[in-house]
């Protein structure tokens, strides 16, 4: 059985910064594309950014470009969401998510349906 685990979550001040991880078990995810998505209190779920296989091919929403960062160790099987600057508009439960069953990882992909296998979430407060 496949598990995406989301750590790191928390609640940080304006300006702040968090480190969100995402451990896979289950199946390797080096040719997985994978991603991180939100999703806000009464807003539709968003994605925040993704990444493809290698790492070498990364996509970031406009409103985290210059403060977030994408990245991963497929040896830890892990993928990361590194967030500085943080706002109280990034408050969101965040979700990392991967298309583990698909080995097509060359490319990122930023629509919710093209992943197959998503983590619990992981909350992120941020106080004004």
């Not at 040896?75 to 500085?84: D, E, G, I, P, S």
């Not at 991967?98 to 979430?121: F, H, K, L, N």
Request: net charge neutral; aromatic share 12%; with cysteine.
């Amino acid at each position: 059985q496949v598990q995406l685990v989301e750590s790191g979550g928390g609640l940080v001040q304006a300006g702040g910064s968090l480190r969100l991880s995402c451990l896979v078990s289950g199946r390797t995810i080096s040719s997985s594309a994978m991603a991180w998505f939100r999703q806000a209190p009464g807003k539709e779920r968003e994605i925040v950014a993704a990444i493809n296989w290698s790492g070498e091919d990364t996509y970031y929403a406009d409103f985290v470009k210059g403060r977030y960062t994408i990245f991963r160790d497929n040896a830890k099987n892990t993928v990361y969401l590194q967030m500085h600057g943080l706002k109280p508009q990034d408050t969101a439960v965040y979700y990392c998510v991967g298309r583990v069953y698909s080995t097509s990882g060359e490319m990122y992909y930023i629509i919710p349906a093209s992943y197959d296998t998503w983590g619990q979430g992981t909350q992120v407060t941020v106080s004004s």
